[in-house]
């Protein structure tokens, strides 16, 4: 392997291990605050890459715009998805047993995935990346990297960053991680925790279909998406320690690490690499690398 | 009702549904036989789970590759040897699947909650990925198994009656060993892991051997309903190990209702059954290819209405009506109460 190659797997591990970070960070999040184990979290991740599939001509029809005005939208309606699903679905389900959880989210899967089915179809769909990002940069004398895995990556940091800034410096975020810890207490202090919950759902749910929107250039648009990347973020989400973003973004690089290369290097092994990497993992350490709490 | 009368309904209920199954081939078709036959298979893989997560209180999330070893070792012995005895075929499978639950347990014991689930199906992956990309499993095509095993004369699994038969032998034998093991003390102790371990041990239960043994138990009877896939099938491919076997398994007992082994039973018939309605074409039409539509609802509408699965129905009937006649009462006495203060 040269120079360019191992530079170029490096970029692309980067880009994986991102983009599963911004999905994992939701159902951390979703898991760790709420206390709530969300398996439909990777249907948002394949509903996000079949809006950026679906509402692009939509959007391009009514304000003319390209990729970035249905990004737009389609975290606007992600939002309000967000916010009516925890309504309609999840505000009851804080008191149950985690396996009623399991039970309900698991039916979620099955009707968003057939829902899917009767919109758009089965078929498996490619999207263009915006014109503006179209182009390639040239490594070395040989290769090149194309500039919308460069995107993705600058997508997947600023948006980590920008959690990492709500959660430690703002009085939000402070409020949130309170709730997380004591429920009641904070509730007793007159904060509206049903609404604080509500509206952390909700980003869950966006960032994790921006991820699927985002991702949809890079790896096209297929039934089944969702759970493939669920079960790998739920690895994620358990090496990293749950409820810590911290642990969720150096889980999910390693991830992106051990992937990417292993299909490179070992390709016989490569899809069982992640799980034996988990398996070690939590036998060394069974809270996973970051403990909360 | 009081407690011996709900215990007798329990009974009463078991028992008709193993006499209805008894006399099921009488009256079905073909295709009945084998559609219970297979839920009855599943029945089997759902009732070991069901001593794992519902008695002991570990949530398994790999328990299909105990399902898919047993499968795999009936294929891969009866090509090795040559031989198609059931005598020696049934027990080794089941043999093989429980060491490597031994194995699995042993390791995985030392996690506890979602890192529990989520090693045990690291575990199970790592099985998948075996035989799907090593020349062992035969890859993605699986293995057809060279003959179906049998008896001598005397029982040829080859005949679906007879394999009815014998699955039905087997769910009866699983169902009544469980029901024995739970009231025995060893899982009187599982129960106690369940409800709270470190009492258990504060007593002096050394309690990492006993989740062991529900470990091992768990994935040898796996290994059975596999090894009984494997005979019905005639075929074992990877997807018998795949996690979405698993997921189903364990959607199958929380719908059943956890804690009680006929719920383990329910929740397979009901599963099945539920899938088979809304899949027929008789009821939806053109609509039934999109059957998960339907399956998914009815398990989001159970998740939300009944807490303690399809098993606690009648409890909430009762509850109810319990709660009816208590608010009838409080509503004479309140009466009462103003008569007599007029008077």
Redesign the interface.
Known sequence: MDIATFLIQCLNALQYGLLLFLVASGLTLI?GIMGV?NLAHGSFYMIGAYMAYALAPLVGATFGGGFFSTLAVGVVLSVLFGYALEWA?FS?LYE?????????T??????F???R??IVGDDVHGVDAPPTLAGSLPLGELMTYPVYRLFVSGVCLLLAAGMYFVFTRTRLGMMIRAGSTNREMVQSLGIDIKFLYRLVFAAGVAIAVLAGMVAAPVSSVYPGMG?TVL?VC??VV?IGG?GSIRGALLAALLIGVVDTFGKVLLP??A??LV??L??LI??WK???LFKVG | MDGIGIQRGKLAFVLLVFLGLAAWPAVAGNYGVDLVGKIMISSIFALSLELLVGTTGLVCFGQAAFFGIGAYAAALLMSQSGSSSLWWLLPACVVCAGLYALAVGALSLRTRGVYFIMVTLAFAQMAYYVVHDTPLGGGTDGIYLPGKPGLGTWLDLDKPLAFYGFTYVCLLAVFGFLALLLRSSFGRALAGVRVNEQRMRATGFSTFPYKLASFTISGAIAGLAGFLFAVKDGVVNPELMSWHQSGAVLIMIILGGLGHLRGALIGAFALALLEEFFKSEAVFGAFAKHWHLGLGFTIILSAAMLPRGLVGIPALWRERLEGRARALDAKSSSKEGIREAVV
């Open positions: 898991f184990i679905f009851f149950r047993d985690h396996l009623q959880q399991v039970l309900m698991y039916g979620l899967i099955l009707v995935e057939e829902m089915s009767l759970n079960i739920f690895v358990v749950i016989q092994a899809g069982v799980y034996v988990m398996a939590l036998l069974p809270d996973g």
